[in-house]
Nanobody, 119 residues
Framework: EVQLVESGGTLVQPGGSLRLSCAASGFTFDDYAMAWVRQAPGKGLEWVSDISWNGGYTYYAQSMKDRFTISRENAKNMLYLQMSSLKSEDTAVYYC????????????WGQGTQVTVSS
């Protein structure tokens, strides 16, 4: 039922910028908080950012503050992650997730999109 489809991942040079998108369907999008979670090669899952149902509250992991911006466009059922000043350490598969924001619990996630930061 729930579908989350990420897009926008590609090869980008260090210091570059990239915007990831997530198209949501199968649920009432603006009833839920959303998040981005990533997994770097050989590493575990890392919480990147999340956003409340109306965009009124956002959270960022310390390493992403001042570089990444999460946003949503509820009328289009879209979630975004604008990434700037990218580092090689940002190389990962990025997943869009529907969450319970009170406990940061993932209830659904997509297939992910690969971001590779390399020169």
């Amino acid at each position: 039922e729930v579908q989350l489809v990420e897009s926008g991942g590609t090869l980008v040079q260090p210091g570059g910028s990239l915007r990831l998108s997530c198209a949501a369907s199968g649920f009432t999008f603006d009833d839920y908080a959303m998040a981005w979670v990533r997994q770097a090669p050989g590493k575990g899952l890392e919480w990147v950012s999340d956003i409340s149902w109306n965009g009124g509250y956002t959270y960022y992991a310390q390493s992403m503050k001042d570089r990444f911006t999460i946003s949503r466009e509820n009328a289009k059922n879209m979630l975004y992650l604008q990434m700037s000043s990218l580092k090689s350490e940002d190389t990962a598969v990025y997943y869009c997730a529907k969450i319970r924001d009170d406990i940061k619990y993932v209830t659904s996630w997509g297939q992910g999109t690969q971001v590779t930061v390399s020169s």
